[in-house]
């Protein structure tokens, strides 16, 4: 027979029979909360996915029924009659479609019809939400329309409590391309949020030569006496490398011999890679004897990408470098050179050093292997596309 | 005897009572994180990461032991990831079977002799090829270290980019993942030093040039009751550690780590059965006392699909290894345990896995013994005792339930009806021996451990995947 004032699982224990009656009604009215829960969220689930299939349906409904209409405006310049309120996302979405694929005068009449009609102007407006989410979508919703109306109402959003609204107002902003965006855009790189620093130069990248004299000005901004320089300038050193434009060629190699900071040298070795010149050879073969690794590293590794057969002998110079980095780049370096390159590695892979052996022996074989799959050596013998280059990493 | 009764009773309803509270406010926490991710995602975050200079590159390290039937087909999905610059970098861990052979033929590779950089301890490397076919490839083959840890070392040795991937030989990854996990990488670039993201059981789905391309639930009771645990585990759970800072583990399956700040702690410890997790909590002590800045997150959506076990054999095995794993890390990092110096790690986290994770296998079993004891005594209260049982079902029931509801509202791989209904009844069927299962063998991973059974690395015999 069970007591149940001493059994186990009865709550207390005791010998207050009341308290294991109470912890059943408590047990039971949990039971029946979960299962309530439950039996709810399971039901969310039905209604979540009822209610996105009904939402595609009437998506495509609503585009079958204005496709033709949104066609004429675009291609023909026929006026679109009045869009009933609840359609309007629909057809801002097809709009905005067409914005993306087209350009010249079907682009222009859509950003025309976009701003008569008050979308962009409501956008605007929206840029003004307490709501992050929706100031994002606004500052989206401007950059796909490319309505210039809005450059300075997205320009403030550079300066956004909220990361992501600043980062999308960067993108919106680089889509817009107006003149006006580009310093805006060169001076949020000091955005103390690297995320949206890094949307940004994404954006600068893709603005092109417009962003170059602006991206000048920061990156030769750097103190060349202070120990850290600031990451806007790194990070513009960065963009200028990735937009290859000649005229960033004295700033950078101003910044490769005279900046103090580590990073800042080894960025620009690394940007006068894509931006060339007369200059940077002799920049980077001198750049070879930095007193830091790093730099040193990423001069031989740039002067490898700009394929200068003088720069052999230089090369062959610092392969016995104390850097394990410096001697890999340099061998690399070296076998991108052509055949005075190869000479070269072929003569070191005869030193007593074994470090250097080792580097050189491999470069040897990295080109034995590109020549068997068909790659195209230095001397540019096959007509199959090259390998993806290795980004320089000192 | 009403004394002893009354505090074992109070006891365990103290200890159920404190499961749920922290259970929730881990799924509430996680709940509102992901949110604000799937909106972070939506504003074309991979877009930005995709077109940045300041991305930085990638090695992903896959060590691979006796994996000839996916070998290929993983390798062929690492190449195909939407990311700027990355390197693949294959461990063949002294394979018996084909593995080697299968990526020779089907990468041309040829042998290298290019030097190695031995930063982190390992067994000797027999060999380094590089392919023909794909310059992005590098594959090393080293003797069997008995353990992951020793291969993924090898791995990072080889690797030549400042973050690496650490990923399964059997796993699939979504295209956009590497995209999506390095953002943290971005954001905060000198503090941020690993990131981990979910990871979900590939049974059941299709998968088509190296891609899922259709989820689906597996057919398999077994893989099916472990699709609701995975979901639960990364999507209600994980998400909250993060937030809080107290994140401990990143799975083993897939994680991606700044190789500076690996190579600095020594990178994974070959003499820990968890080494994931080891990893993690060495990381946290290393910082912590050297006093610098860092961040160590998780992320819900980039994915990675790794297959389950479908046997019992197989799934004994792996639990037992995963529970022998967290034992050890706990009871190697106990000097963590509550120090406020620490942070949220030792203050919650470490605090929480001795609680719940460890203790909540003593515990359980313990309770089916003094329930039997009581039995046969006569002093069971039967009605209160179902009722107590059903409660915890239903809290079980209604947490497993909460994370595949969200999972449906913010995932945007959508699996059909039929598969999420059966989902759903199997958030009620886990109940019913698999989680009693899961105890029992916890508690022997327990036993074998006190009583000095060695543990091995011992992976699971891959079916590989449906293909479309």
């Not at chain 1, 349906?57 to 066609?71: C, G």
């Not at chain 2, 390798?75 to 861990?93: Q, T």
Request: proline share 5%.
């Amino acid at each position: 027979m069970v007591n149940e004032d001493e059994s186990v699982f009865g709550l207390v224990g005791g010998n207050d029979r009341s308290h294991a009656v109470f912890g059943e009604k408590i047990l039971i009215g949990s039971v029946l909360v979960l299962f309530g829960w439950t039996v709810a969220l399971a039901l969310v689930a039905v209604w979540l996915r009822w209610l996105g299939h009904l939402q595609l349906r009437q998506r495509r409904r609503v585009e079958a029924a204005w496709r033709n209409k949104v066609d004429d405006l675009v291609l023909r310049g026929m006026l679109l009659p009045p869009v009933p309120r609840r359609e309007q996302p629909v057809v801002l979405e097809l709009l905005l479609h067409y914005r993306a694929l087209l350009r010249g005068p079907e682009a222009a009449r859509i950003t025309a019809y976009l701003e008569e009609q008050g979308y962009a102007q409501r956008a605007a407006q929206e840029l003004r939400a307490r709501n992050r989410w929706r100031r994002a979508r606004a500052a989206d919703l401007l950059g796909r329309m490319r309505s210039e109306t809005a450059v300075n109402a997205l320009v403030r959003r550079l300066r956004d409590e909220s990361e992501d609204v600043r980062a999308v107002a960067s993108r919106s902003l680089a889509a817009i391309g107006h003149p006006r965006a580009v310093a805006a855009l060169a001076a949020a790189l000091a955005d103390p949020s690297r995320w949206t620093a890094s949307a940004v130069a994404a954006d600068l990248v893709e603005m092109g030569p417009a962003a170059v004299p602006t991206l000048i000005e920061i990156a030769s901004a750097t103190d060349s006496e202070r120990p850290g320089a600031s990451d806007a300038a790194v990070t513009a050193v960065r963009v200028l490398g990735e937009i290859r434009d000649p005229r960033a060629e004295p700033v950078l190699i101003w910044l490769l011999g005279a900046a103090h900071d580590v990073n800042m040298r080894a960025r620009a070795a690394a940007a006068l890679s894509g931006v060339g010149g007369p200059r940077t050879s002799p920049a980077l073969r001198a750049a070879l004897r930095d007193r830091e690794w790093p730099v040193r590293a990423q001069a031989a590794s740039s002067l490898g990408a700009l394929r200068d057969r003088s720069s052999v002998r230089a090369l062959s110079a610092a392969i016995e470098d104390d850097s394990w980095w410096v001697r890999r780049n340099c061998a690399e370096a070296l076998a991108k050179l052509g055949e005075p390159g190869r000479s070269a590695l072929a003569r070191l892979a005869a030193s007593r050093d074994r470090y250097v052996r080792d580097r050189c022996l491999a470069a040897l074989e990295n080109l034995a292997l590109e020549a068997k799959a068909g790659l195209p050596t230095p001397d540019g013998k096959t007509g199959m596309p090259p390998a993806p280059p290795a980004r320089p990493h000192p | 005897v009403s004394t002893f009764v009354a505090v074992i009773n109070t006891c365990f309803l103290c200890y159920f009572l404190a499961l749920d509270v922290v259970y929730a406010t881990l799924f509430a926490i996680s709940f509102y994180e992901s949110g604000r991710h799937v909106r972070r995602l939506a504003l074309g975050a991979d877009d930005i990461v995709l077109q940045s200079p300041l991305t930085p590159p990638i090695s992903i390290v896959v060590a691979a032991l006796n994996e000839e039937a996916t070998i290929v087909a993983s390798v062929d999905a690492l190449r195909l990831l939407e990311y700027g610059e990355f390197e693949i970098v294959v461990v063949d861990d002294g394979s018996t079977d084909a593995t080697l052979a299968r990526l020779k033929g089907a990468y041309t590779l040829v042998r290298s002799t290019a030097p190695l950089r031995n930063q982190l301890p390992c067994k000797p490397v027999h060999a380094a090829y590089v392919s023909r076919r794909l310059p992005n490839l590098v594959v090393i083959s080293k003797e069997n270290g008995g353990c992951k840890a020793d291969a993924v070392n090898a791995g990072i040795n080889a690797a030549r980019y400042p973050l690496v991937c650490v990923t399964d030989a059997d796993a699939v990854l979504d295209k956009d993942t590497l995209l999506r996990i390095v953002r943290p990488f971005i954001e905060r670039p000198r503090e941020t030093i690993a990131v981990g993201g979910t990871v979900r059981v590939i049974n059941g789905c299709t998968v088509s040039a190296g891609r899922v391309t259709r989820v689906g639930a597996p057919r398999n009771l077994l893989a099916a009751l472990q699709v609701v645990e995975y979901m639960r585990a990364f999507i209600a759970t994980r998400t909250a550690w993060s937030r809080l800072g107290g994140l401990f583990l990143i799975s083993g399956a897939f994680g991606v780590f700044r190789k500076a700040a690996v190579v600095e702690v020594g990178g994974f410890n070959p003499k820990a059965i968890g080494e994931d997790m080891e990893l993690v909590l060495r990381m946290h002590r290393h910082f912590r006392a050297a006093k610098r800045p860092y961040r160590i997150v998780f992320l819900p959506d980039p994915v990675v699909w790794t297959e389950a076990p479908e046997t019992l054999k197989g799934l004994r095995s792996q639990r037992k290894r995963w529970h022998r794993g967290l034992l050890q890390c706990l009871w190697w990092n106990r000097g963590m345990l509550l120090r406020p110096s620490q942070g949220m790690v030792g203050v919650l986290g470490l605090p929480y896995l001795w609680i719940f994770e460890a203790g909540g296998t003593v515990v359980e079993v313990v309770g089916y013994a003094v329930i039997t004891v009581a039995a046969v005594t006569g002093a069971l209260y039967v009605p209160f005792l179902l009722l107590f049982v059903l409660l915890a079902m239903a809290y079980g029931v209604a947490l497993s339930v909460s994370a595949l509801v969200m999972d449906e509202a913010r995932s945007q791989r959508s699996q059909s009806s039929w598969d999420v209904a059966w989902l759903l009844l199997c958030t009620v069927l886990e109940n019913f021996g698999y989680r009693q299962l899961m105890a029992v063998w916890r508690f022997a991973a327990m036993v074998e451990m006190f009583t000095g059974r060695k543990a091995t690395w011992d992976p699971l015999k891959r079916k590989g995947f449906k293909t479309g």
